[in-house]
């Protein structure tokens, strides 16, 4: 089971700015990227892979 807040937490992300990557955001948020969506932040994880975050204010303005 993963490791996540409860659902209410859209307002508190909102007000802190985290971001999130596509598969939170959709699971978690319900909530999907447009395709020209830009990250705002980059993230290198221990596969030599790198994920991007996107903010939810970015997908809300």
């Known amino acids: 089971m993963r490791n996540y807040p409860s659902r ?3 307002a508190e992300a909102l007000e802190k700015g985290w971001a999130f990557g596509k598969g939170r955001l959709r699971d ?3 909530m999907k990227p447009k395709p020209d969506a830009k990250p ?10 790198s ?3 996107i ?3 970015s997908l809300i303005a």
Do not use: A
């Open 8 to 10: 209410g937490t859209e």
């Open 28 to 30: 978690q948020y319900r």
């Open 40 to 49: 705002d932040s980059y993230v290198k994880n221990h596969y030599n892979g």
């Open 51 to 53: 994920l991007y975050g």
């Open 55 to 57: 903010t939810i204010s």
